[in-house]
């Protein structure tokens, strides 16, 4: 099994910034695209960002010029370094991967964080 653990999330004014964290651990053989996703309230959940095994980077363009999405592969942490917050920021943001296991082998799973709250205030 494979989990992914977030952190980072907290309460920010607008014009801040806010780094966020998502590492995954478990019978992990390789990790494709890794993601992050968020979902307002009342709102359905949206694609934020998503990044390559290779590095390749796509962001939704409400975030473009603002966020910034990394990977350390070693780590098989995933990153997702928030500027210029705006209060319709404001969501769960999600960690997301596509992870070949180990377990069983040659597996392939999506895998989700446990969500975290990003508040941001006007």
């Known amino acids: 099994q494979v989990q992914l653990v977030e952190s980072g999330g907290g309460l920010v004014q607008a014009g801040g910034s806010l780094g966020l964290s998502c590492a995954a651990s478990?019978?992990?053989?390789?990790?494709?695209?890794m993601a992050w996703y968020r979902q307002a309230p009342g709102k359905q959940r949206e694609s934020v960002a998503a990044i390559s095994s290779g590095g390749s980077t796509n962001y939704a363009d409400s975030v473009k010029g603002r966020f910034t999405i990394s990977r350390d592969n070693a780590k098989n942490t995933v990153y997702l370094q928030m500027n210029s917050l705006k209060p319709e920021d404001t969501a769960v943001y999600y960690c997301?991967?596509?992870?070949?296991?180990?377990?069983?082998?040659?597996?392939?799973?999506?895998?989700w964080g446990q969500g975290t709250q990003v508040t941001v205030s006007s």
């Open positions: 478990g019978s992990i053989f390789s990790i494709n695209t």
């Open positions: 997301f991967a596509a992870v070949t296991t180990t377990q069983p082998m040659g597996g392939m799973f999506r895998y």
